[in-house]
């Protein structure tokens, strides 16, 4: 009886999945047109006076923190809705009294948030080519990165969806959170440009080490160590792992 | 089937929804959870079901304890919670297939549509669940709860809040169902529902079960019945030969009201004697009926029962 039930699983994230699908139209034109407006107001009036950064065309440069600033939001809204309106709706009740376990559910759901921006990564990363030509230096690396972010991002917005009690909570972490903390970390900037104080601080900011790994990945450059990079996403990873299996664990917001 | 033992739920905001409940459900019979709103029917299945954590005591279903060997205990259980929005965006076969494999039973349309044709949603397997009738929608939330073929299936206030012909359309369907040798465990605080479906009735108080027993049987020792006479010319006082009949002048001296029970009906008073004894004093009666007392006068009576020391 211990063994992985995958008809479960994959019932449940094809459900998911399908549900994605049904606002696919939305779920694609959306972070095209962002991708899109970033490049023409970055890319072609700001980066015309900056022209290199570390020896990238700045258009190229932004191209990997485009994609994460993406992969980030779309894996925390994704994966907290996901959830967040079953328990809203009450039909959380059906995966509740199924007979599947923690991990079952959370792969479920996690697995779907994570493709649903994976593919989202994809297309940004297809429609920049549009736009700037650029060069993938370690493919296997990215998109270990790529993966990894993803999946870490959506199990935090599989913790946030629990958490939240109504639509407002929903959106205040990517709002006041996520964003913020996009921008600030090396997106449409190299750290190096920053005072030394604003880099030492810069250094707190978890999606620094996302963007310099993820960059690196492309360009073999980064703003810290690639080896750091991969560190700090596995940190993350584990946090969040031990944040939901203490979800499950005590019944929190799931289970009174 | 099932076994609950010692059950207590106290919520973290320290209201106890159930105090120690003890409850034996047996293999094919249909078992009313009767009481009055907030007595912790819902608690009890919710607990039963793997929706909320017990504080204390366990739950065994077909021996299988529901936390340890939680996925063998679920797998024979099917819920039909009370109401909820669902997808609104699926069709009926998609949600009912659905149910299915969340509970890891391979796909068999067949399965589904003998559900789905049962409780006649068969016409309506390709309309989505935002289209449906509320009585509709009750149907698709049992259609999912009998996906995965459960032995077990509980349902939370069937009936509540549907007109009179959709209730006597659920109580066919789980007639149907218990049929097909499903136990099923409704939760109800309409008593006349309890009384018209189930083999037996608990009723639930405050979180305790304050009573089980066999409906019939529970009709019987607490039931008392009524016979109302209508007669012809009104009377001004009884007459002095029914006097040992115990009745009662009622509607300005139009009726005689007769109460007797099933004990009392087998001593002195019998109703062949009462209809003698009036024939012989010349009251004519014109009309009669009788009424047994519903399982809410005996609810009352129970609460009351128990509220005096």
Partial sequence: ?256 | MIRVEGLSKTFSDGFQALVDVDLTIQRGEIFALLGPNGAGKTTLISVICGLVNASRGRVLVDGHDNVRDYRAARSLIGLVPQELTNEAFTTVWDTVSFSRGLFGKPKDPAHIEQVLRSLTLWEKRNSRLLELSGGMKRRVLIAKALSHAPQVLFLDEPTAGVDVELRREMWEVVRGLRDQGVTIILTTHYIEEAEEMADRIGVIRRGEIVLVENTHALMHKLGSKELTLQVDEPLEALPESLAGHGLALADEGHALVYSYDAARQEGGSTISGLLADLEAVGVRVKDLHTRQSSLEDIFVSLVQERRSP
């Fill in chain 1, 1 to 256: 009886m211990k063994r992985l039930n995958l008809q479960s699983v994959k019932t449940l994230y094809l459900a998911e999945m399908a549900r994605s699908m049904r606002t696919i139209l939305q779920s694609i034109v959306s972070p095209v047109i962002s991708t899109s407006l970033y490049f023409v107001v970055f890319g072609a009036a700001i980066g015309t006076r900056i022209s290199e950064v570390d020896g990238i065309s700045y258009g190229a440069f932004i191209v990997p923190g485009l994609i994460m600033l993406m992969l980030l939001t779309q894996s925390v809204s994704n994966a907290s809705f996901g959830i967040f309106f079953p328990r809203f709706s009450g039909s959380i009740y059906e995966i509740l009294s199924a007979p599947m376990s923690y991990v079952e559910v959370v792969v479920g759901y996690v697995g779907a948030a994570a493709t649903k921006s994976l593919i989202l990564g994809v297309i940004v990363l297809v429609t920049a080519r549009l736009f700037v030509p650029y060069s993938i230096d370690h493919p296997l690396m990215m998109a270990v990165f790529l993966v990894l972010t993803a999946v870490t991002f959506s199990l935090l917005g599989f913790i946030i969806g629990i958490w939240a009690d109504g639509f407002e909570k929903l959106q205040l972490v990517p709002l006041l959170v996520i964003t913020p903390l996009t921008f600030l970390g090396g997106t449409f900037y190299s750290i190096d440009m920053l005072p030394p104080f604003w880099q030492a601080v810069t250094l707190a900011n978890p999606v620094v080490y996302l963007v310099s790994g993820f960059r690196w990945s492309f360009y073999g450059i980064s703003d810290v160590s690639p080896l750091v990079s991969l560190g700090m996403i596995l940190l993350f990873l584990s946090v969040a792992l031990a944040m939901v299996g203490w979800i499950f664990k005590s019944g929190y917001r799931l289970k009174p």
